[in-house]
């Protein structure tokens, strides 16, 4: 099912396979609408890692408590031809980015939508 004009439930449905994702309100609007103007920004597709988790599997892949993951409004992303510096630099400039998660890591970026500013490296 389609989220937005180019997101879907299959990519942040949660990798355990309990369900959590698959549902529309189950991802933050504004999470989705910061994903379509950083790709529009971008002007390359944009590939979920990890979008919504459950707390079992959080716990079990390491993540955080309080993860923002837990609530529909994470995404960790990746984009083909761009590096994750490169991205975040961009999502710099996304309004719920701007005021929310941006962390980059080798691979990847996590980004969310938590409503305050924070930032690190992974």
Same mark, same amino acid.
């Not at 989705?32 to 597709?45: D, S």
């Not at 995404?75 to 975040?88: C, G, L, M, S």
């Given at each position: 099912?389609?989220?937005?004009?180019?997101?879907?439930?299959?990519? %942040?449905?949660?990798?355990?396979?309990?369900? %959590? +994702? =698959?549902?529309?309100?189950?991802?933050?609007?504004?999470?989705?609408?910061?994903?379509?103007?950083?790709?529009?920004?971008?002007? =390359?597709?944009?590939?979920?890692?990890? +979008?919504?988790?459950?707390?079992?599997?959080?716990?079990?892949?390491? +993540?955080?408590?309080?993860?923002?993951?837990?609530?529909?409004?994470?995404?960790?992303?990746?984009?083909?031809?761009?590096?994750?510096?490169?991205?975040?630099?961009?999502?710099?400039?996304?309004?719920? %980015?701007?005021?929310?998660?941006?962390?980059?890591?080798? =691979?990847?970026?996590?980004?969310?939508?938590?409503?305050?500013?924070?930032?690190?490296? +992974?």
């Amino acid at each position: 099912m389609m989220l937005s004009d180019h997101f879907s439930t299959d990519e %942040f449905r949660c990798s355990c396979g309990c369900g %959590f +994702g =698959t549902e529309l309100d189950d991802v933050s609007p504004a999470l989705l609408g910061g994903l379509e103007a950083l790709r529009l920004a971008l002007g =390359t597709p944009i590939y979920i890692n990890s +979008g919504c988790r459950c707390a079992a599997h959080n716990h079990v892949i390491g +993540g955080v408590r309080n993860s923002q993951h837990l609530r529909g409004c994470a995404a960790d992303v990746r984009i083909d031809v761009r590096t994750p510096k490169q991205v975040a630099a961009v999502a710099l400039i996304v309004p719920c %980015f701007m005021d929310g998660g941006i962390g980059t890591y080798r =691979t990847f970026v996590h980004l969310d939508t938590r409503g305050h500013k924070a930032r690190w490296e +992974g």
